[in-house]
């Protein structure tokens, strides 16, 4: 369970504190001592320990930190530190930082943790988790790796605790067996090593995560006219990660943030209009399991509120809209937010009721122009699958072949799923054609989801942020257990995989879930649709989109 916090002020609540070590260009693992926290900067060769209640930093190996560049992996056993530093793992005594070879990999080592005298080292190319006994210096055995990219390690009683920078996922793994427990979204991005540490008000423990990076900056440049450029700088930090596992529902739960959202049009036409008996529809905020409404207000005009399809829709009237007229309107919602991760596995549903009747007719039908009579798709949808039969492993091989097919791209128009497809490039809202489509043709229901993302920079508290594009992603349907997430470009990182699986079957926090299933905006006249090709909201009005992160949910809240 998540440990109540919620009375102690951010200030002074080690849950919601980020730690910003002095001298630091990048933080890579992380073991703690005597109420301080460890971690190595594999740029500067710095084994640099940390004071987490106010960033007090110090070196510890001041006249040996040339034999500490490269090194990545730190694990503390007792006075023996323990590293991973290229193909290899190394021990030493704290007091005098001799480096002493362990054992040496085929590829590179990443991360290293220790359980009384079992070594175990992670090692991304290889693929796998090595596991080997610090007496005979051999392999015990080995593990799969959870993710695609570099990860860490650490140990809690009968867990190994791993790090995945590409995934942006801590893994909660099983230490006998390697099987995966649960899975976390962490809210930063390339996340470099974790450790528990106990929280000195409660005793509980505390799950901290380093991240490293970089960040763009504006420089003020006073030898260029203008004297303003474009930079980037290191960005280093360690902050708690808290999570929740609801076994029975099989999804868990990480860092969430209360964001005040507002959407609001800014009429101003593009061609004289007239329209009488204006009806505009804007989607709102939906009610889930990682997303809670706390309060809902109209911005410029008042709205009527209906319920369409399961889903709350602001309904905004005028008269008539005339040349000349200009109105200001929207909503603004304050939003519970959260990173959800669902722990399903293929053998999970292995067997499950056949889609209801609704269903089929309302998720398995070309309603949105998806191209699904055309030669292109119906051929993709057979070979994407080949023989597959399992849904969860059909799903995620649709993906997968979009992925290899496509490339991601923005244009001024979405095209048909066969348009893009047959081009090999596509925008968010282009994946997702190509995705429903693809998935309707093999019988899985699915529906559109959006419709933005707020900037994902959780540490920038207060601050108006702007979303420079919308976005959609999609849900299934797995009978008997529900919708569940998937976005549709994000993961499409490296050119032909292995792709991560970070938001299959998973959301970050900065997302914002509007209007499932159903048309984000319509505007009706005289009690009927306005013709799209002759009057487009997008023609009428200028949409305007702000986040503000008002504060880090304190857990137990």
């Not at 999804?251 to 008996?277: F, I, K, Q, R, T």
Request: hydrophobic share 35%; proline share 7%.
């Amino acid at each position: 369970m998540i440990p109540d916090s919620a009375s102690m002020p951010p200030s002074s609540n080690p849950r919601l504190r980020t730690i910003r070590p002095f001298g630091a260009s990048a933080l890579y693992g992380l073991t703690g001592r005597d109420n301080c926290l460890i971690a190595v900067d594999p740029r500067l060769g710095y084994l640099l320990q940390i004071d987490p209640s106010n960033d007090d930093t110090a070196i510890l190996n001041s006249y040996a930190t040339a034999d500490f560049v490269g090194i990545t992996g730190v694990s503390l056993s007792g006075n023996v530190l323990w590293v991973a530093r290229e193909d290899a793992v190394y021990f030493c005594s704290l007091k005098d930082f001799k480096l002493q070879h362990f054992v040496s990999l085929p590829y590179t080592a990443n991360g290293v943790a220790v359980w009384k005298s079992t070594i175990y080292i992670t090692c991304q190319k290889a693929g796998y988790i090595f596991v080997f006994s610090q007496e005979s210096r051999r392999e015990i055995t080995r593990f799969p790796a959870p993710g695609v990219g570099i990860e860490n390690i650490t140990i809690r009683g009968e867990e190994l605790w791993v790090s995945d920078t590409t995934e942006q996922t801590v893994y909660c793994l099983d230490r006998g067996t390697g099987e995966i427990k649960f899975s976390v979204l962490t809210p930063f991005e390339n996340p470099t090593g974790l450790t528990f540490y106990p929280d000195p008000q409660s005793g509980e423990d505390i799950l901290y995560i380093s991240y490293a990076g970089e960040e763009p900056y504006i420089r003020d440049n006073p030898n260029l006219t203008p004297n303003y450029e474009l930079q980037y700088r290191d960005r280093t930090f360690i902050h708690p990660l808290y999570f929740h596992f609801n076994s029975s529902e099989r999804y868990a739960l990480s860092n969430g943030y209360l964001v005040e959202m507002s959407y609001v049009e800014e009429l101003s036409p593009l061609d004289e209009v007239h329209l009488d008996n204006v009806e505009w529809r804007i989607a709102l905020p939906s009610e889930t399991t990682r997303q809670k409404i706390r309060e809902l207000s109209a911005v410029g005009q008042t709205f009527t509120e209906e319920v369409q399809d399961g889903q709350r829709v602001a309904v905004f009237k005028f008269d008539s809209i005339k040349p000349g007229d200009r109105y200001i309107f929207g909503w603004k919602a304050l939003l519970e937010v959260w990173s959800i991760k669902y722990q399903l596995t293929p053998r999970d549903i292995e067997s499950f009721p056949d889609l209801s009747a609704e269903f089929q007719t309302r998720y398995l039908l070309d309603d949105d122009m998806l191209a699904m009579h055309t030669d292109i798709l119906r051929n993709a949808a057979k070979e994407s699958v080949g023989t597959e039969t399992n849904l969860l492993r059909k799903m995620y091989k649709i993906r997968n072949y979009v992925y290899d097919r496509l490339s991601y791209g923005i244009k001024p128009h979405i095209d048909t799923p066969d348009i893009a497809l047959e081009r090999g490039v596509g925008s968010c809202g282009e994946y997702l054609g190509v995705l429903l489509a693809l998935a309707r043709l093999n019988g899985i229901a699915c529906r559109t989801v959006g419709r933005y993302k707020c900037p994902p920079h959780a540490d920038q508290l207060g601050v108006p942020l702007s979303p420079d594009f919308n976005h959609v992603w999609m849900e299934f349907y797995a009978p008997g257990i529900g919708w569940l997430p998937m976005e549709s470009n994000p993961d499409d990182v490296v050119e032909r995989g292995p792709y991560p699986s970070r938001f299959f079957m998973g959301l970050s926090w900065y997302h914002a879930e509007i209007g499932k299933g159903i048309p984000f905006a319509t505007l009706r006249s005289n009690g009927e649709p306005v013709n799209k090709q002759a009057t487009s909201i997008g023609d009428l009005a200028i949409n305007h989109v702000r986040f503000i992160i008002l504060a880090e949910l304190q857990p137990g809240r």
